[in-house]
Structure formats: C-alpha cells, structure tokens
C-alpha cells in the first residue's frame, strides 16, 4: 500500500510551458484534491474531485485544469506555466463516510515546482 | 476564501516544556484537523475532531473542537526535539471544502 504518489518531486519550467502533474492513490479512495503552499499561505485548495468523471474547482483555479478518469489518478496540468504558479503542490485523498462528511485527508510528499 | 487564522505564528520552547497554538474563524466548520509538516515532506494527520466540545488525545498531543464550531487548539506536553515542524489546523465546511490556517511553526531547543 503505497498511499498518495506523487511525480515529479522537483521540475523547473520556463514561462509558457505545459506541464502534468502526477497524482495517484491506491486506498481506493473517492475523494482526491490538489493543493498549492506558497510561504505564509498555508495551503490553498485549487481543484477537487469527489469521484471519477466528476471535478470541481477549489479556491484559487485559475491557470489549472484537472480530470478524474479512474479513481486511482487525479492529474494536475498547467497548459501555459507563468511565475506565479511556483509552488509546492500537494495531492490528497479520503474517504467518504456514509453520512456523506468528508474523512480526513491523507497528503503526498509534494511536487516543488519553479517557474522562470 | 475562508480565513483561519493561526497563531502564534512561531515558537521557540525549551525541551520538556508544554506548547499551546490555536485557530479561529469567522465561519462554523463541521470539522477541525491537525496536521504536522516536516521539512520536504506532505502534512501528516495528528488530530480529527467531528463534534462541538470533543477533546481528543493522541499521545502527548491533545487537542480540542471549540463549543462555538469556531475555533480549536492543540496542546503538545513535555515537547521534545522531534516535535519540531509546522503545524497546521485545517476546519472542513461541506463535502471536500478544507481550508488550512496559515502554520505554526515549533523549534524545540534541547
């Protein structure tokens, strides 16, 4: 049981780059989310999904797509790279309890991603 | 987006003391969780809580869901070295909604 994976752990774009985020968790959860930590930010919610074939934007989406064609992976991509988008990206996932809350989170190591 | 603010910010203890941080909102949250961060790593999960006065303990880590769903903290006793990290309340509204407060971020001198 191998958890939240995530790849790549470091990657260095130029501006206007596209680029793929890997996530995938094998506890055959429903719910898997995307986050960005910036330094005094704590970590902010830019897309979720609460199972495949359905996504729905977090708090701050912009310049993000996701999709959730099997509940194993939730990839994130960012079409067009700008300097903002450095950050340090995490992938979750959890459970769904049946009265419908959402369990705790369980979070990859991080993709650290720099853009020039 | 919703604000939780944290606090204190940093703290630097000597080993062998008790450490308190806390998180409030403006919002009522459903849940609140804990988390702890090491250096290059994901946020691991110390602390759920799903009710309104609940007091949970997880070793020497106790932390608590405010009566007003508003507000919780998190007590470590007797901290020792490997308690450095920053750590992270984090309160869920609905469905997969998390919001994360900003970090407090513990050095432990020995």
């Known amino acids: 049981n191998a958890g939240v994976t995530q790849t790549p752990k470091f990657q260095v774009l130029k501006t206007g780059q596209s680029m793929t985020l890997q996530c995938a968790q094998d506890m055959n959860h429903e719910y898997m989310s995307w986050y960005r930590q910036d330094p005094g930010m704590g970590l902010r919610l830019i897309h979720y999904s609460v199972g495949a074939g359905i996504t729905d934007q977090g708090e701050v989406p912009n310049g993000y797509n996701v999709s959730r064609s099997t509940t194993e992976d939730f990839p994130l991509r960012l079409l067009s790279a700008a300097p903002s988008q450095t950050s340090v990206y995490f992938c979750?996932?959890?459970?769904?309890?049946?009265?419908?809350?959402?369990?705790?989170?369980?979070f990859g190591p991080g993709t650290r991603l720099l853009v020039l | 987006g919703q604000q939780l603010n944290q606090s204190p910010q940093s703290m630097f203890i000597q080993e062998g003391e008790d450490v308190s941080m806390n998180c409030t909102s403006s919002?009522?949250?459903?849940?609140w969780l804990w988390y702890k961060q090491d250096p290059g790593e994901g946020p691991v999960l110390l602390i759920a809580l799903y009710k309104a006065g609940e007091l949970t303990s997880n070793g020497r880590l106790t932390a608590q869901f405010g009566i007003t769903r508003k507000d919780s903290f998190l007590n470590i006793s007797a901290s020792i070295p490997s308690d450095v990290g920053i750590y992270f309340c984090?309160?869920?509204?609905?469905?997969?909604?998390?919001?994360f407060g900003t970090g407090t971020s513990l050095t432990v001198i020995p």
């Open positions: 919002s009522i949250f459903n849940t």
């Open positions: 984090a309160g869920q509204l609905a469905g997969n909604q998390f919001y």
């Open positions: 979750a996932s959890s459970y769904s309890s049946p009265a419908g809350l959402q369990e705790t989170q369980y």
